[in-house]
């Protein structure tokens, strides 16, 4: 079993030295986690065991076999893409989806975000424009600004 400590590149950068792929399928969670394992498409085994908060990107090379490139790929997932029909929109559906401490995703198309009943509820409620789609979950991110992350193991509290 590959242990796999560093992304080698992405597909695209390494296009010369590439002449086929064997895909590992991870949805948003697995590529948002340093340490799991894995099996290809083609039947390769790899653990991963990434530097702690690195997130794992759509066409990321994670392993060479001679020419043969193991790429991480997204899979499929169920989501919403919020379609915002203004500026004032934006901002609602921006802040809400943000103060429910959702992952978002920005495409050409919207505003992508994991299929949740009460997410569907509040857009519905709000009058914002929305679909179910199932398709990977890759867009433009943006993190949090500063270091502000969450131990589950305290009372967390926001004024908003």
């Given at each position: ?5 560093a992304?080698?590149?992405t597909v695209d950068g390494m296009r ?5 792929e064997?895909p590992?399928?991870l949805?948003?969670?697995?590529r948002a986690s340093?340490h ?6 083609g039947g ?13 990107n ?8 001679g020419?043969?490139?193991v790429v991480a790929?997204?899979?499929?997932e169920?989501l919403y ?8 929109t934006w901002?609602?559906?921006g802040?809400?989806l943000g103060n429910?401490?959702r ?8 505003m992508?975000?994991?299929a949740d ?7 519905t409620r709000?009058g ?5 789609r199932t398709?990977?979950f890759?867009?433009?991110r943006f993190g949090?600004?500063g ?5 589950h193991?305290h ?5 908003h």
């Amino acid at each position: 079993m590959a242990i796999v400590t560093a992304v080698l590149g992405t597909v695209d950068g390494m296009r010369g030295r590439i002449a086929s792929e064997d895909p590992i399928l991870l949805n948003s969670e697995e590529r948002a986690s340093a340490h799991l394992a894995a099996r290809s498409e083609g039947g390769r085994a790899v653990r991963i065991s990434l530097p702690r908060g690195t997130e794992i990107n759509d066409g990321d090379v994670l392993a060479l076999d001679g020419t043969t490139a193991v790429v991480a790929r997204a899979a499929p997932e169920a989501l919403y893409v919020v379609r915002p029909e203004d500026a004032f929109t934006w901002g609602v559906a921006g802040y809400q989806l943000g103060n429910l401490h959702r992952p978002v995703r920005f495409t050409e198309a919207g505003m992508l975000t994991p299929a949740d009943p009460m997410v569907a509820d509040l857009l519905t409620r709000l009058g914002i424009a929305f679909e179910e789609r199932t398709m990977p979950f890759v867009g433009r991110r943006f993190g949090a600004h500063g270091a502000h992350h969450h131990d589950h193991d305290h009372d967390h509290h926001h004024d908003h």
